[in-house]
């Protein structure tokens, strides 16, 4: 193994492995990865631990962002490390910060538009909630089409203005 | 019933309600009625999957015996399995379907509530996580009960007769036992009795909002928690653990 990689270093290569599912923005843009840092073992060697927490508690793809995320690590040459994987706090879509919503939005899924710690966790039906702008177009005349679309973290609408469907990164 | 200590039994009886449900609702991919609600199922039954392995898994490193969630949905008979049995129910129509999911949902959104300030930090952090993807699940089940029950007047009765044939379920999962009322105590569980009222609110507003006629409480059907389950459970179990008993250990 190699001298022991600075942490900057080693974000800067998580933040080249892309979500499996929404290639354009990577796991660390998506808020994936937690933390990375170095603990002393019991041995008094230093040993790389990164944090990961996935989005949805039954995401498909968290099995799949493992191994890349190990990938990446290996093609650096680094394999002593540990990855582990924590609940708490759990993932919201707040986590996901102002330039990777842009991308989101450039790759044709509108972005999350409010704050899930804002909005909080009611299950009273959603009557008000802000229009959700089309991708494409940017009209605010849109329409849901199911609550689940492709994947878990997505919704389906569809454009009133421009009448294309599109994917919608709920605010969760 | 197993002697189980009460914190494995906690864990087992919230890793089964999420995973009898899941395996129920995953029977309908590719079979939904159209296919955004074919979408929404499976993710809906995802979610819970997601969630039930989180709770076996920690069952199992609370029961100390080297069982892994695989060991707990694959390898336990039919009375071993302590979920209610509100969720073993068959699909049968997309009346019956939605009745039993909002009938589980409003539960569940309001155990996880509770469970999200539990004073076990795992309990508390799956829960926290769970919770909002269940509040997804209720919003959406309510809309359905809404869209249905003020629907066709064909839709209507379907939707009143599923709610009516599936409230005989709803007991069991107000009654506190000798876990639920142990871990209440150490500020781990929490009690199920008291949920019963915003239980009861949601799901009447909605009702009423749906148009349809609120039940009435008459005889309720327990056993569920016990392990002792309706026949559609066997077939169920089945049909989930056949491919994992046929080639034990095997790895794919």
Redesign the interface.
């Known amino acids: 193994m190699v001298a022991a990689p600075p942490i900057d270093e080693v974000w800067a290569w998580l933040a080249d492995v892309p979500d499996p599912e929404i290639p354009i923005v990577s796991v660390v843009d998506l808020g994936i990865v937690r933390d990375v840092r170095y603990e002393r073992e019991a041995s008094g060697e230093e040993r790389l631990h990164v944090t990961i927490t996935?989005t949805?508690?039954?995401?498909?793809a968290t099995t799949m962002i493992r191994a890349n995320i190990e990938t990446a690590l290996h093609e650096h040459n680094v394999t002593e490390y540990a990855l582990d994987i924590?609940?708490?706090?759990?993932?919201?879509s707040d986590w996901i910060g102002a330039a990777a919503r842009e991308k989101l939005r450039s790759y044709g899924i509108a972005p999350p538009q409010e704050r899930?710690s804002t909005r909080g966790?009611?299950?009273?039906?959603?009557t008000a909630s802000a229009a959700i702008a089309c991708p494409r177009c940017a009209s605010v005349a849109t329409s849901l089409?199911?609550?689940?679309?492709?994947t878990?973290c997505k919704a389906?609408y569809r454009c009133n203005a421009c009448l294309e469907p599109f994917d919608h990164f709920?605010c969760? | 019933m197993i002697a189980t200590e009460p914190l494995v039994a906690l864990l087992l009886r919230l890793g089964d309600n999420a995973l009898i449900l899941g395996q129920r609702l995953g029977e309908l991919a590719g079979k939904g009625p159209i296919v955004e609600e074919d979408l929404a199922m499976s993710n809906v039954s995802l979610d819970l999957l997601g969630q039930a392995r989180a709770w076996l898994t920690y069952a199992g490193t609370c029961e100390g015996r080297g069982r892994d969630e695989d060991a707990f949905a694959f390898f336990r008979a039919p009375h071993e399995f302590t979920n209610v049995l509100l969720v073993e129910q068959p699909n049968g129509s997309y009346a019956e379907t939605i009745a039993r999911q909002f009938l589980f949902d409003t539960w569940h959104f309001y155990v996880l509530q509770g469970l999200a300030s539990s004073s076990d930090p795992h309990i508390a952090g799956i829960a926290s996580k769970a919770v909002r993807e269940v509040a997804y699940h209720v919003r959406r089940s309510s809309d359905w009960v809404i869209r249905l029950g003020d629907g066709t007047e064909e839709s209507h009765a379907r939707m009143q007769r599923a709610i009516d044939d599936l409230w005989t379920y709803t007991g069991e999962l107000f009654a506190d036992d000798a876990v639920d009322t142990e871990l209440a105590e150490r500020g781990i569980g929490v009690l199920l009795a008291p949920l019963q009222a915003p239980w009861r609110a949601h799901v009447g507003s909605t009702m009423t909002e749906a148009t349809l006629a609120m039940p009435a409480d008459g005889f309720m059907r327990t056993d569920g928690k016990r392990g002792v389950h309706s026949e559609a459970f066997g077939y169920l179990l089945a049909e989930m653990q056949s491919v994992r008993r046929s080639i034990p250990g095997d790895r794919w």
């Open positions: 996935p949805y508690s039954g995401c498909p924590t609940l708490t706090p759990p993932w919201s899930a966790i009611s299950i009273a039906r959603e089409v199911s609550a689940f679309g492709s878990p389906l709920k969760h």
